[in-house]
C-alpha cells in the first residue's frame, strides 16, 4: 500500500554532490590557463567559484530542502514577477555592466550576479502553479497557451534584448516539457512546437550573430576566426583525449587555444584530460541526475510538484547537453555554460539551489510497498 517518504532522495543527493566535486576538480584544471597569465585573476575566479558557488550552492541546497514545497505555490506568481523586475534592472547602467556585448550581470556589492538565474526557477514555479491551478481548462487554446505564451513572452523581451538567447531557449524547452506533463492535446503541442519553430527563424535573420552561428555549424570554415574557430578547437581537445585522455591538469588546449576554457569549453578540456571514458562518465552522471529526477517527479502527490520538478530537472539537463552539443559541433553554439561544472558563480549558486526545492519535494514522494 502507497506511503509518504519521509527523507529526501538520497540517490539523487549523492549523484548532485559528485557532479559538484567533479565539477570543482575540473573547473581548476580548465582554470590553470588564466593562473599561468594572471594569478590575481586566478584567485578571485577561484574564490568566486568555491565559496559563492560551492558553499553557498551547498547551503542553499541545504536550506531549500527543508522548506516545504507548497508554500510557493501562491507565491509563484508574484516570485516571477519580482524576477522579472530583477532581470530588467541590468538595463540600468549604474547597476549593471557589459560584457562581451551582452548585458547579463548585476554588480551588487563588488560581485557579479546573473538575475536570469532566478527569472529561470521563478518561470518554472509560475508556470507549475498555472497548470495546476487550471488543469481541468487546458482542453481550452486559450488555458493551454495562453498562460505558457505569455510568461515566455515577458521572460523572451528581457532576455533576447541582453542578449541571452541560451538562457531563452532553456526556459522554452523547460515550458514546453511542462506543458506535455501537464497534459496539454497534441494540436495543442503541435500549435506551440510550429510558433516555436516560427519564432526561431525570426530570431536568425534578426540577429546576425544567432545566424552566423547557424551557418558555422552547418560549414565550420565560414568563420575561420569566430565561432568556427572555437569549434575546432573544442573537437581537437576533444579528438586528442583519445580513450582515456592526456590526465588530470594535462590539456593543451587551454593554453591560448580554446575559447573560455573555464566557460563554454569545459566540456572539451574536460576531454582532452579523460578521454572518452572521461567524457561518457560525465554524460552518465547527466542522464541519471535526470532518470532519477523524473522517477520523483512521477510520485509526487500533487501535480504542482510533480511539474515543478519536470521543470527544474529539464533546465539542469537540457543546459548541460547544450553545451556539451555545441562542443562535439552536434548542435550550434549556444554559449550555455555546463551545469555545476563551468564557471559561473550564480549558475552554480541556483543550480545547487534548485536541485533542494526537488530534495524537498522528494520527500512527500507517494512509494507503494510490497506485499510479503
Known sequence: MPSIRKHIDRPFLIVTLVLVTVGFFIFIS??????????????SVAKTQFFFGICGGLIALAVFARIPYRSYRRMAPHMFVGALILTALVFVDALSYEAHGARRWLNIFG???????????????????YYSTYHNKLGDARYALGGLVAMLGAAGVLLLAQPDTGTFVLIAAAGGAMSLAAGMRVRHMAMLLGAMLVAIAVLAFARPYVFDRITTFLDPTTD???????????????????????????????????????????FSVAAEEFG????????????IYAVRGLQIASRTPDRFGGLVVVGIVILVVMQAFMNMGSMLGLIPLTGAPLTFISHGGSALLFALLSTGIVLNISRYAVVTKRKV
Open 224 to 266: 575561420p576566426h569566430g565561432s568556427g574557430y572555437q569549434i575546432r578547437q573544442s573537437l581537437i581537445a576533444i579528438g586528442s583525449g583519445e580513450l582515456v585522455g592526456r590526465g588530470f591538469g594535462q590539456s593543451i588546449q587551454k593554453f591560448n587555444y580554446l575559447p573560455e576554457p573555464m566557460g563554454d569549453s569545459i
Open 111 to 129: 560581485h557579479s550576479f546573473q538575475p536570469a538565474e532566478a527569472l529561470k526557477i521563478a518561470f518554472v514555479l509560475c508556470l507549475a502553479w
Open 30 to 43: 580548465a582554470s590553470l590557463g588564466l593562473l599561468a597569465r594572471d594569478q590575481l585573476a586566478f584567485s
Open 276 to 287: 572518452f571514458l572521461g567524457g561518457i562518465f560525465i554524460v552518465l552522471l547527466f542522464l
